[in-house]
């Protein structure tokens, strides 16, 4: 009988390595499935282990941390290579799939692992855990009835400013809150984007290091968003997780 394919969300940002620290994003039980389990699949092998670390400090591993196998799956892993990712879940062991940040398979390349599970009847459960782009929906004020996640924009000036009218266009016609994320370190240029880009009276926000100490939210109209930065006054998130959001008025 196959084994489970565990969907394990993880922080979206650095936390102290402390008692508790992960009590907040995720629940007991999720860190406790967490811990028993002894092959993971996420997209660095590195920041995985650090991750398992922080379960340990208030779950104990059921394996010492350098007998816990950990396969990489990330844009560079060919399809062919899925196969042998789920072939221990195929031989009865359970396993953890791990984001980078927040939840597997949503912006993450592990969507193609759990399609083929589903493929071959192997069981996914996905747990409880922060997800960046539904913490910016409920925070933003924007229409939280229908949205689309539209990933990364195109680096091309001319394309990226035409994809987002025809999205803003569609957001006005449809009342569908629009988000997208960009490169933190491309924030900056990415804001000015909107703003250029939509009409005065659209609503942006922009949304960082949610979850954090750090966390900031703000939702202006693009009008207000164009003179604060004329201003010179950039919003605080240089090379921080932001996750953008719009909708058409």
């Known amino acids: 009988m196959p084994g489970t394919?565990?969907?394990?969300?993880?922080?979206?940002?650095?936390?102290?390595?402390?008692?508790?620290a992960l009590s907040h994003v995720l629940p007991g039980q999720v860190q406790a499935i967490t811990s028993q389990l002894g092959y993971f699949v996420a997209e660095n092998a590195k920041t995985a282990r650090a991750f398992l670390k922080l379960i340990a400090i208030d779950h104990p591993l059921a394996k010492p941390l350098q007998e816990i196998q950990i396969a990489e799956l990330?844009?560079?892993?060919p399809a062919a290579a899925l196969e042998q990712l789920l072939a221990p879940l195929l031989a009865g062991e359970d396993a953890g799939l791990v984001s980078e940040a927040g939840v597997p398979a949503v912006a993450d390349p592990g969507a193609d692992l759990v399609r083929l599970a589903h493929q071959h009847g192997v069981t996914v459960r996905p747990l409880v855990g922060p997800s960046s782009l539904l913490l910016a929906v409920m925070a933003s004020g924007l229409n939280g009835q229908s949205f689309a996640f539209n990933g990364y924009l195109p680096t091309d000036a001319a394309a990226r400013?035409?994809?987002?009218?025809?999205?803003?266009?569609?957001?006005?016609?449809e009342k569908q809150t629009q988000l997208l994320i960009e490169t933190p370190y491309r924030n900056g240029q990415m804001l000015e984007a909107l703003v250029t880009g939509c009409q005065p009276g659209t609503l942006v926000c922009v949304a960082t290091d949610l979850s954090l100490a750090s966390e900031s939210v703000r939702t202006m109209t693009a009008a207000k968003w164009k003179a604060q930065l004329a201003g010179g006054k950039m919003p605080d998130f240089h090379k921080k997780p932001?996750?953008?959001?719009?909708?058409g008025q």
């Open 161 to 173: 400013t035409k994809r987002i009218r025809d999205l803003e266009a569609r957001s006005r016609s």
């Open 74 to 77: 990330n844009v560079n892993t």
């Open 5 to 20: 394919l565990y969907l394990i969300p993880n922080t979206l940002g650095p936390t102290d390595a402390a008692p508790g």
């Open 242 to 247: 932001t996750v953008f959001l719009f909708l």
